[in-house]
């Protein structure tokens, strides 16, 4: 026999998940300890629970998974085969209808090409303190992507409108905005993307006190600190539209001590939903208005959970002894936000969790 722990750890199914698909009568452990509830499986049900897997990850839907599974230690293989086709002719039609969408949206990108482009090819000067700016990168800095096949996420957005400059990052499951006040004259909107290494130069030349100047002109990018520069091409892309993105300070808010908030984080418990998935807190605000961290058996259905690391990082680029934390529905981003600044936060997409 096998515990619920060596199975998940066998089949690359997550416990949550196990226990998921035991409610729903899909893979029924062989045996429950009636003291302690804890679910014990036969040998036999690893083969089972390793198709089980592969079916999941294939996007099979619920009640085919079910039959699959009746039907897949039978003589009789038919149904299995049936359903193997049915599924696959199902995903195929699907990606053949997804490719004539993405056809028709990017025919209209193409028309709106040159509009886009031109917010790139404006020139901008102005000034701004150094450590202003030094704070407002640091504050995205956390939240750029690694992720080669999306080079437009790869750097940080910077977004000049009058005499305000945005900073922008994501990574898609995270997001950051911060802002600083800059002098310049006749400063036209204008929208580039820094990538991570310029700036990261940039960033290493803000260490003294006195005003820097940033210029932009056409898709170059200058920064000018004392006698010293950094500068370079900006990147070739368009970032995505982060104020469409932003959520509305709604929810559930509570302001938490960072020191005390990190310390509970680090010691309290942490979940996986499955083999190589990312660590999980999940948080709940309680009728006093404390944030918590939940324990194991804590089922409030309005607990969120979130990727524990990146919780970590956003509390670290928060850079104050105290911050607001906005929790809504479990399906809404978590907003991180300064007491004194709210124009700059960051949020971060919560985690299902399996039921």
């Given at each position: 026999?096998?515990?619920?722990?060596?199975?998940?750890?066998?089949?690359?199914?997550?416990?949550?998940?196990?226990?998921?698909?035991?409610?729903?009568?899909?893979?029924?452990?062989a045996w429950v300890d009636p003291v302690s509830g804890y679910r014990?499986?036969?040998?036999?049900?690893?083969?089972?629970?390793?198709?089980?897997?592969?079916?999941?990850?294939?996007?099979?839907?619920?009640?085919?998974?079910?039959?699959?599974?009746?039907?897949?230690?039978?003589?009789?293989?038919?149904?299995?085969?049936?359903?193997?086709?049915?599924?696959?002719?199902?995903?195929?039609k699907g990606l053949s209808d997804a490719r004539s969408e993405f056809?028709?949206?990017?025919?209209?990108?193409?028309?709106?090409?040159?509009?886009?482009?031109?917010?790139?090819?404006?020139?901008?000067?102005?000034?701004?303190p150094a450590t202003e700016l030094a704070a407002a990168l640091d504050?995205?800095?956390?939240?750029?992507?690694?992720?080669?096949?999306?080079?437009?996420?790869?750097?940080?957005?910077?977004?000049?409108?009058?005499?305000?400059?945005?900073?922008?990052?994501?990574?898609?499951?995270?997001?950051?905005?911060?802002?600083?006040?800059?002098?310049?004259?006749?400063?036209?909107?204008?929208?580039?993307?820094?990538?991570?290494?310029?700036?990261?130069?940039?960033?290493?030349?803000?260490?003294?006190?006195?005003?820097?100047?940033?210029?932009?002109?056409?898709?170059?990018?200058?920064?000018?600190?004392?006698?010293?520069?950094?500068?370079?091409?900006?990147?070739?892309?368009?970032?995505?539209?982060?104020?469409?993105?932003?959520?509305?300070?709604?929810?559930?808010?509570?302001?938490?001590?960072?020191?005390?908030?990190?310390?509970?984080?680090?010691?309290?418990?942490?979940?996986?939903?499955?083999?190589?998935?990312?660590?999980?807190?999940?948080?709940?605000?309680?009728?006093?208005?404390?944030?918590?961290?939940?324990?194991?058996?804590?089922?409030?259905?309005?607990?969120?959970?979130?990727?524990?690391?990146?919780?970590?990082?956003?509390?670290?680029?928060?850079?104050?002894?105290?911050?607001?934390?906005?929790?809504?529905?479990?399906?809404?981003?978590?907003?991180?936000?300064?007491?004194?600044?709210?124009?700059?936060?960051?949020?971060?997409?919560?985690?299902?969790?399996?039921?």
């Amino acid at each position: 026999m096998r515990s619920i722990g060596e199975l998940a750890a066998d089949s690359g199914l997550g416990v949550s998940t196990l226990r998921f698909y035991d409610r729903a009568g899909v893979l029924v452990p062989a045996w429950v300890d009636p003291v302690s509830g804890y679910r014990w499986y036969a040998p036999e049900q690893l083969e089972e629970a390793r198709v089980l897997a592969r079916l999941r990850r294939a996007g099979m839907p619920l009640p085919d998974i079910r039959l699959m599974l009746a039907g897949w230690s039978g003589p009789d293989t038919d149904l299995v085969r049936t359903l193997l086709t049915t599924h696959l002719s199902r995903l195929e039609k699907g990606l053949s209808d997804a490719r004539s969408e993405f056809s028709a949206l990017r025919a209209l990108l193409d028309h709106r090409e040159n509009g886009m482009t031109s917010l790139r090819l404006t020139t901008a000067q102005l000034s701004t303190p150094a450590t202003e700016l030094a704070a407002a990168l640091d504050t995205v800095r956390f939240a750029v992507s690694t992720d080669p096949e999306l080079p437009m996420l790869g750097g940080i957005l910077f977004d000049i409108e009058g005499e305000i400059l945005r900073f922008a990052a994501t990574d898609r499951y995270r997001m950051a905005v911060a802002q600083v006040r800059a002098a310049g004259q006749d400063v036209s909107p204008v929208r580039v993307i820094v990538p991570t290494p310029l700036a990261d130069a940039m960033r290493a030349l803000l260490e003294g006190e006195g005003p820097v100047r940033l210029s932009v002109d056409g898709d170059r990018v200058t920064l000018d600190a004392g006698d010293r520069q950094a500068a370079g091409q900006c990147l070739d892309h368009e970032f995505p539209d982060y104020r469409r993105l932003l959520p509305q300070a709604t929810g559930r808010r509570a302001v938490v001590d960072v020191a005390a908030f990190r310390k509970a984080l680090e010691a309290g418990p942490v979940r996986t939903t499955e083999a190589g998935a990312p660590r999980l807190s999940v948080l709940r605000v309680d009728d006093e208005g404390t944030v918590v961290v939940c324990a194991d058996g804590d089922e409030d259905p309005n607990r969120v959970a979130v990727n524990h690391e990146f919780l970590l990082d956003a509390l670290a680029a928060g850079a104050r002894d105290e911050l607001i934390l906005e929790l809504g529905a479990p399906t809404a981003p978590i907003g991180i936000r300064r007491p004194d600044d709210e124009d700059t936060f960051s949020i971060l997409m919560p985690v299902r969790l399996e039921d």
